[in-house]
């Protein structure tokens, strides 16, 4: 596997489930992003990690739990979740340091809330 | 304060033509413009980049134009291709304290290259 991997691609859930969204880098990154994607918005980054450090929240609401394991790895757990919740969710990564800080997409998981 | 302006929200080019994408922004500690190409059931590609001490930077048939003082800048795509069809997104960023960078995003153009 090369670049950024993320499962499952699609995923139906009940408000009432929990369910985590799983995002592997295999680029030699040290900084994790988790970005949300609706219809007629834009990107809308959610969480930063750098260095298994979460350093940026985006106001976004307790239902979403991320984690990170290691410099490979992130997760977003998710429950309780709203219908208006449905989006894509696209992982990155990216150096933390040095350079311009390039940020390389997954291609996301398509998520409906029922 | 974080806002990115993109324009047009859509764009419809011949083949062979100039395609062009412009986004405006405030916050002048933004560090870093990237450019992204995203086709449908995928995430966005970096497409091209520029820093803001730079005024122009091509790669191939995609220039960035890069205008400091009015603090905008724009996406050329030359002799535009069908495979060109896409979603195109600016972005801003700003380093984070932390490490890594936050990115603030415009609302997208679509772009549709026609025969």
């Known amino acids: 596997e090369t670049g950024v991997t993320q499962t499952p691609r699609h995923l139906v859930m009940g408000m009432t489930n929990k369910k985590s969204l799983k995002c592997e880098q295999h680029?030699?990154?040290?900084?994790m992003y988790w970005y949300k994607q609706s219809a007629k918005k834009p990107l809308e980054l959610m969480f930063v990690y750098s260095l298994e450090e979460r350093v940026e929240n985006n106001s976004v609401p307790s239902r979403f739990s991320p984690e990170c394991p290691n410099s490979s790895h992130l997760f977003l757990h998710l429950h309780t979740l709203q219908p208006e919740d449905s989006a894509l969710y696209l992982c990155?990564?990216?150096?933390?340091?040095?350079?311009?800080?390039?940020?390389?997409f997954g291609p996301g998981t398509r998520l409906t809330v029922t | 304060q974080q806002q990115v302006k993109q324009s047009p929200q859509s764009l419809i080019v011949q083949k062979g033509g100039i395609s062009i994408i412009n986004c405006a922004y405030e916050?002048?500690?933004?560090?870093?413009f990237p450019w992204y190409q995203q086709f449908p059931g995928k995430g966005p590609a970096l497409l091209i980049a520029i820093r803001p001490d730079v005024s122009e930077k091509k790669e191939g048939r995609f220039t960035i134009s890069f205008n400091k003082s009015a603090k905008q800048f724009s996406l050329h795509i030359m002799d535009s291709q069908p495979g060109d069809s896409a979603t195109y997104f600016c972005a801003a960023s700003l380093i984070l304290t932390g490490g890594g960078n936050k990115l603030t995003f415009g609302t997208g153009t679509q772009l549709k290259v026609e025969l």
């Open positions: 916050n002048t500690a933004f560090d870093y």
């Open positions: 990155a990564s990216s150096l933390r340091t040095g350079g311009l800080h390039e940020q390389y």
């Open positions: 680029l030699g990154h040290n900084a």
